[in-house]
């Protein structure tokens, strides 16, 4: 009778025990509600696309591809079952090869294997699981010269690169390491082409399957190609990072080679190498929370893999990689909702919820979602407008979409990308007469200044994509503003595609070169929109840093007639095709006249970095003569036909009395400002500092210097910059006192936004108005002030308050 070979459980049947006992405690979390956020707003329409249209994918610039739905599914169709299944997948595959690579290279190492493992599954997201299978599989390759090794890393890098374009990048950047070296080494030139051909091959067949076009396929990897380029310039956030933590984890990194002697353990590092820089650009350049723990999550990859193919381990193998970690760990530690970040140690549950409690587990998400997505339902009258044309939104929020069901006619960037002036340019016909949706739901997005022009990352809206906007505004109409059901200030408009455009084509009418931190007068115009573009150079080192770290955030103040001074960020790749100047519109969701621009500043954190000299090249844009909304008879009143773009009226509102303190100069309303600093300001030089449990510089008007007629109902409208940290507490707070009659005595507060502190130049900006009914015959006082009542200072600056006469 043969004997049973034990040998053989040992090899493999324990090793997929090991690998169901780690998939099982640290199966990742399944998430498929929809919000209203950018990110949500994506996922909703890539999985739109590939459940209705998948041919749509074809022409996408877009960094997400037709997979998409895997890694981020919505309750649509059976998406969420197969994203379920392919994580299942995914990780199974990530962890048997992983424990059977440790097996490989030294039996007795198996329990530290599995610790390892199970670590790196813990923290991993699918991500992370495609990218290691890649991996794993060329040190396997490594070990025994299996061309299949070859092949499942390239189909799991063909995977990675259809569902998101960075997954893809970086597996294959691991592979062409691989190959590349072979051929250096062993001069074989005819295997390096089969490996070619594999590669080859495995990106190319799931594109024929799911675009049945090889001319689609190479499309949509140029798409990618165009993206890949622009994607540190134009989404970078600038943290304020601690550089010595960052310079010593970066000397770490380099001398590892040099501290492990181990030639496994060296030959996984130059594999990985570039993997490891491809990661760190793109992870430091959008630099939030999520992106930045993906970072110390390719740490534990990279380097636990390591460890796994040493040949002998050694304490300097795991100490460096744990220094290392933990610098990364403290440089975050001081970034907003660190602590909101919990690390889950057991995710059973995750794992039951997924198989054994499905049906219940999908219907509490497809509720949740269709509650997030409410307040963006539109009436009756809107949908009969709109009836079966087609339409789009801008920039984003595609919930209006999902929730009226609407018949959506997506853009080849699916959403709002500003990545760069060549995809803007390509892209902005999307919205021209021959190929625009018929209807257009142009949406508010907050932005610092209180306002509901706001884009990403503390810029304008209409600076973002100079083209786009202008084909937009040139070839669409208003019709009526949407209100949300919740929130009267995230409403939107509602524009129809025109017969034929508005505008005349932009004229250049003067150019100039000015310096950095200097107001410059804008040449004047009075009706139609004015643009400038800018373009400046960079000093070698400063383009260094932008190809390995990042570029510096770079500013734009517009200073308005009424002396109102508003900052935001601008990217100096799409500024080269005009930035918004004037009119300046604030907040289209308020009945008032756009506001006219008296000048505008350009600044940056480091002015040495670049050319001294900014050359300006100004455009204007008419209106043509023949268009309806055109009325010759008001063209002496500013800008009247440009604010009928968003809807306005030509009345605006006046304010009884506005005062500023702008701590650079006070006027006599205000008491004086105390702990001035020059260190940190909003707008100008200075700002002041509220100490702890202290107040502020107080507004003090008496009601009798106000008005001596008979209205006793007035309006105080007051707005603040802020710069509070995580643990700061303050309001911004307006009364109303009468020593004769307390009862009398009113109060109205708002507290004042925490910053976030991975973003450098983070100024939370609040505004409150209240409506005060004063007794006749009373003689009160009008105080507005800020009231630190926490234990941390923090600054504020251009504290403005103006009053405001109801009849």
């Given at each position: 009778m043969k004997k049973f070979n034990l040998s053989i459980l040992n090899k493999?049947?324990?090793?997929?025990?090991?690998?169901?006992?780690?998939?099982?405690?640290?199966?990742?979390?399944?998430?498929?509600?929809?919000?209203?956020?950018?990110?949500?707003?994506?996922?909703?329409?890539?999985?739109?696309?590939?459940?209705?249209?998948?041919?749509?994918?074809?022409?996408?610039?877009f960094p997400w591809g037709p997979l998409s739905f895997l890694k981020v599914p919505v309750v649509m169709g059976n998406h969420v079952i197969y994203s379920i299944y392919f994580k299942l997948l995914s990780w199974f595959t990530f962890i048997y090869l992983t424990l059977l690579l440790g097996k490989k290279t030294d039996v007795n190492r198996n329990p530290f294997t599995f610790i390892i493992v199970l670590t790196m599954a813990l923290f991993f997201q699918i991500d992370h699981a495609i990218i290691t299978i890649a991996i794993v599989s060329i040190l396997h390759f490594n070990l025994n010269r299996h061309w299949g090794w070859i092949l499942l890393a390239a189909i799991s890098a063909s995977l990675g690169i259809y569902i998101k374009?960075?997954?893809?990048?970086?597996?294959?950047?691991?592979?062409?390491?691989?190959?590349?070296?072979?051929?250096?080494?062993?001069?074989?030139?005819?295997?390096?082409?089969?490996?070619?051909?594999?590669?080859?091959?495995?990106?190319?067949?799931?594109?024929?399957?799911?675009?049945?076009?090889?001319?689609?396929?190479?499309?949509?990897?140029?798409?990618?190609?165009?993206?890949?380029?622009?994607?540190?310039?134009?989404?970078?956030?600038?943290?304020?990072?601690?550089?010595?933590?960052?310079?010593?984890?970066?000397?770490?990194?380099?001398?590892?080679?040099?501290?492990?002697?181990?030639?496994?353990?060296?030959?996984?590092?130059?594999?990985?190498?570039?993997?490891?820089?491809?990661?760190?650009?793109?992870?430091?350049?959008?630099?939030?929370?999520?992106?930045?723990?993906?970072?110390?999550s390719f740490i534990i990859l990279g380097f636990g893999l390591i460890t796994i193919f040493a040949g002998k381990i050694r304490i300097r193998q795991i100490l460096v990689p744990t220094i290392i970690f933990s610098l990364f760990y403290l440089n975050m530690s001081f970034f907003h909702d660190f602590n909101v970040r919990q690390m889950e140690?057991?995710?059973?549950?995750?794992?039951?919820?997924?198989?054994?409690?499905?049906?219940d587990f999908e219907k509490t998400f497809l509720l949740s979602s269709n509650n997030n997505k409410s307040e963006f339902v539109l009436d009756s009258a809107d949908l009969q407008k709109i009836s079966n044309h087609s339409i789009d939104v801008y920039p984003w929020n595609l919930a209006?979409?999902?929730?009226?069901?609407?018949?959506?006619?997506?853009?080849?960037?699916?959403?709002?990308?500003?990545?760069?002036?060549?995809?803007?340019?390509?892209?902005?016909?999307?919205?021209?007469?021959?190929?625009?949706?018929?209807?257009?739901?142009?949406?508010?997005?907050?932005?610092?200044?209180?306002?509901t022009m706001g884009s990403l990352d503390n810029r304008y809206m209409l600076s973002d994509e100079p083209n786009t906007i202008f084909e937009i505004l040139n070839n669409y109409l208003f019709v009526k503003e949407i209100p949300n059901t919740k929130n009267s200030r995230y409403g939107a408009i509602l524009f129809k595609k025109c017969k034929s455009s508005k505008f005349e084509k932009p004229k250049s009418v003067k150019t100039e070169n000015v310096s950095w931190n200097t107001w410059i007068t804008i040449p004047k115009i009075v009706d139609g929109i004015e643009r400038v573009k800018i373009n400046f150079s960079k000093s070698f080192f400063q383009k260094l840093k932008s190809f390995f770290y990042k570029d510096q955030p770079y500013f734009i103040e517009y200073k308005l007639l009424n002396g109102k001074i508003f900052r935001f960020n601008f990217s100096p790749e799409t500024a080269t095709e005009g930035i918004w100047v004037s009119p300046y519109f604030n907040d289209?969701?308020?009945?008032?006249?756009?506001?006219?621009?008296?000048?505008?500043?350009?600044?940056?954190?480091?002015?040495?970095?670049?050319?001294?000299?900014?050359?300006?090249?100004?455009q204007q844009i008419y209106f043509k003569n023949n268009i309806n909304s055109l009325d010759t008879g008001s063209i002496q009143i500013p800008f009247y036909n440009s604010s009928k773009l968003f809807g306005k009226d030509n009345s605006e509102p006046k304010p009884f009395l506005t005062s500023i303190n702008d701590i650079d100069e006070t006027d006599s309303l205000w008491t004086p400002n105390t702990n001035i600093v020059?260190?940190?300001?909003?707008?100008?030089?200075?700002?002041?500092?509220?100490?702890?449990?202290?107040?502020?510089?107080?507004?003090?008007?008496?009601?009798?210097?106000?008005?001596?007629?008979?209205?006793?109902?007035?309006?105080?409208?007051?707005?603040?910059?802020?710069?509070?940290?995580?643990?700061?507490?303050?309001?911004?707070?307006?009364?109303?006192?009468?020593?004769?009659?307390?009862?009398?005595?009113?109060?109205?507060?708002?507290?004042?936004?925490?910053?976030?502190?991975?973003?450098?130049?983070?100024?939370?900006?609040?505004?409150?108005?209240?409506?005060i009914d004063i007794p006749k015959n009373h003689k009160g006082i009008i105080k507005v002030y800020i009231w630190n009542y926490g234990n941390v200072d923090f600054n504020f600056d251009d504290f403005e308050v103006s009053i405001y006469k109801t009849q």
């Open positions: 493999y049947y324990i090793t997929i025990l090991l690998s169901f006992i780690i998939l099982i405690i640290a199966f990742p979390e399944s998430n498929f509600n929809y919000e209203s956020s950018y990110d949500g707003s994506a996922y909703w329409g890539l999985n739109y696309l590939f459940n209705n249209d998948i041919t749509l994918f074809n022409n996408l610039l374009a960075s997954i893809g990048i970086i597996a294959l950047s691991v592979i062409f390491s691989q190959i590349i070296f072979d051929l250096f080494y062993f001069k074989k030139y005819k295997q390096f082409l089969i490996y070619i051909l594999i590669i080859t091959s495995a990106l190319l067949l799931p594109g024929l399957i799911l675009f049945h076009s090889i001319t689609a396929i190479f499309t949509y990897h140029y798409n990618i190609i165009q993206l890949s380029f622009s994607y540190s310039g134009s989404q970078s956030l600038f943290s304020e990072n601690n550089m010595f933590i960052v310079f010593f984890i970066i000397i770490l990194f380099v001398l590892f080679p040099v501290i492990v002697k181990d030639n496994n353990a060296r030959k996984a590092y130059w594999i990985m190498f570039i993997a490891f820089l491809l990661n760190w650009k793109y992870c430091i350049s959008r630099e939030d929370p999520p992106h930045y723990s993906s970072i110390y140690y057991n995710k059973v549950n995750h794992f039951y919820n997924s198989f054994f409690n499905f049906s209006y979409i999902s929730k009226n069901n609407l018949k959506w006619k997506p853009g080849r960037q699916l959403l709002f990308l500003a990545y760069s002036p060549e995809i803007d340019k390509e892209t902005a016909s999307d919205f021209s007469i021959a190929n625009g949706p018929e209807y257009l739901i142009f949406h508010s997005v907050e932005n610092r200044n209180g306002g289209f969701m308020t009945n008032v006249i756009a506001n006219q621009v008296q000048a505008i500043r350009f600044s940056c954190i480091n002015s040495r970095a670049v050319s001294s000299q900014i050359k300006l090249e100004w020059s260190s940190v300001s909003y707008t100008g030089e200075y700002s002041s500092i509220v100490l702890k449990n202290n107040y502020s510089s107080t507004f003090i008007l008496k009601y009798t210097d106000l008005t001596k007629d008979t209205t006793n109902k007035i309006i105080v409208y007051a707005s603040v910059f802020s710069n509070l940290p995580d643990n700061a507490n303050g309001s911004l707070v307006i009364s109303y006192e009468d020593d004769s009659d307390s009862k009398s005595n009113l109060y109205s507060s708002i507290a004042l936004p925490n910053v976030k502190k991975y973003i450098l130049d983070n100024w939370g900006f609040s505004q409150l108005s209240f409506e």
